[in-house]
């Protein structure tokens, strides 16, 4: 299984840019994916978590600015970032959690390979 995301760049404060990640590989089901990041010199934090069902969850510092959704049936994840700011510059990462290869199989969790997101004048 791999995750490959997508859409990041450059962008002035109180733009707008959307993260896709695609989970490719055999994939039964995805309990959990989310985007975290990481800014120069700081710890990699959670910014938004989204289950199989549609539960959502968000970082005090984004929410009402990012929207984070998927289609579990394409194995994708996004996550809209409006409003941006210049302290949402960071890498970004998916991760997929309680990944099922098969129907009983034990759960793996992956990690995608980082999108660098700049919010710059």
């Known amino acids: 299984v791999q995750l490959q995301a997508s859409g990041g760049g450059l962008v002035q404060p109180g733009g707008s840019l959307r993260l896709s990640c695609a989970a490719s590989?055999?994939?039964?089901?995805?309990?959990?994916m989310d985007w975290y990041r990481q800014a120069p010199g700081k710890r990699r934090e959670l910014v938004a978590s989204?289950?199989?069902?549609?539960?959502?969850n968000y970082a005090d510092p984004v929410k009402g600015r990012f929207t984070i959704s998927r289609d579990n049936a394409k194995n994708m994840v996004y996550l809209q970032m409006n409003s941006l700011k210049p302290e949402d510059t960071a890498v970004y990462y998916c991760?997929?959690?309680?990944?099922?290869?098969?129907?009983?199989?034990?759960?793996?969790?992956?990690w995608g390979q980082g999108t660098l997101v700049t919010v710059s004048s």
């Open positions: 989204i289950t199989s069902r549609g539960i959502t």
């Open positions: 590989g055999s994939i039964f089901s995805i309990n959990v």
């Open positions: 991760y997929a959690g309680g990944v099922r290869i098969a129907r009983f199989s034990v759960e793996y969790e992956y």
